[in-house]
């Protein structure tokens, strides 16, 4: 487990003594899932199960026009769907468990693309993305369940889209973090030429891993397929995680053997 190192000052005969107050890291990384059009939060309760055991804060949340508000499913927007993640993500990182500096943002297909655009307005340092759908930018106060005919969507996603003019490819070529990147072998409503212009707008990551699950569709309606995809998501998390507490770890040795260095100083002297 981290530790984290806190300087303190202790009273005693009206001066104080310097010392240094070490506790388990209070803070711990947090996770936001989000579903994708037609879905809820039901579809990723088990994930987050196997997410939080890895030692984190998980939130799922549906989306407006789904489930409880489903009677507004015909007026939803792209905008109001982007509103609903920010306030998720604006919750979850107020959380007093949550480091603000750890937040791991996992979204599928509509839900994917929601999440590539809240990386350029919130801080996101995790974000993986399964078969994560694209739209054009205009017609964005639409009502979302009217786009695929009006912007013809079976052709557009038939190509490779540029980055520049996509308000979703434009925020992953700015992500800095990490990013794993699922695509379903057999998606015939999220093709290959999404996932490659995804693919090719990461260009400033610290790392991208890319996965395909064997004969999925895009639902992941094989019960095979969505366990593979749990597999690939809690292992990517896994090592994310570590490898950032790892970072906390090695800083922390590095303080505890400043100090070891100085307090064998002190006891040659005396």
Same mark, same amino acid.
Do not use: P, W
């Given at each position: 487990m981290p530790v984290h190192d806190d300087v303190v000052h202790i009273s005693v005969r009206g001066g104080k003594l310097a010392g240094t107050l070490i506790s388990p890291a209070p803070r711990v990384p947090g996770v936001l899932l989000v579903h994708g059009w037609g879905g809820s939060q039901a579809q990723y309760r088990e994930r987050a199960h196997e997410v939080?055991?890895?030692?984190?804060?998980?939130?799922?949340?549906?989306? +407006?026009?789904?489930?409880?508000?489903q009677a507004r499913r015909e007026e939803v927007t792209r905008?109001?769907? /982007?509103?609903?993640?920010?306030?998720a993500y604006d919750f979850l990182v107020a959380h007093p468990y949550v480091d603000p500096g750890c937040?791991?943002?996992?979204? +599928?297909? %509509?839900? =994917? %693309?929601?999440?590539?655009?809240l990386t350029g307005l919130r801080d996101v340092r995790w974000l993986a993305l399964r078969a994560p759908a694209l739209y054009k930018d205009e017609d964005w106060d639409l009502p979302k369940h009217l786009l695929r005919?009006?912007?013809d969507l079976a052709r557009f996603r038939s190509r490779v889209v540029p980055? *520049? =003019?996509?308000?979703? /490819?434009?925020?992953?070529a700015a992500f800095a973090g990490d990013v794993l990147l699922v695509e379903s072998e057999r998606d015939t409503i999220v093709p290959r030429p999404v996932i490659v212009s995804y693919r090719s707008a990461f260009v400033h990551t610290h790392s991208l891993t890319y996965r395909v699950i064997k004969d999925a569709d895009h639902a992941l309606s094989?019960?095979?397929?969505r366990t593979a995809y749990t597999s690939i998501l809690v292992h990517w998390l896994e090592e994310m995680m570590l490898g950032a507490r790892g970072r906390v770890r090695a800083k922390t040795s590095s303080v505890r053997g400043s100090q070891? *260095?100085?307090?064998? /100083?002190?006891e040659k002297e005396a």
């Open positions: 939080a055991a890895l030692g984190c804060v998980c939130l799922t949340f549906d989306m +407006s026009g789904h489930v409880a508000t905008a109001d769907n /982007l509103a609903d993640i920010l306030a937040i791991a943002v996992v979204g +599928s297909s %509509y839900g =994917g %693309y929601l999440a590539a655009i005919r009006k912007q980055v *520049e =003019g996509n308000r979703a /490819l434009h925020a992953c094989d019960a095979r397929a070891r *260095e100085a307090s064998n /100083l002190v």
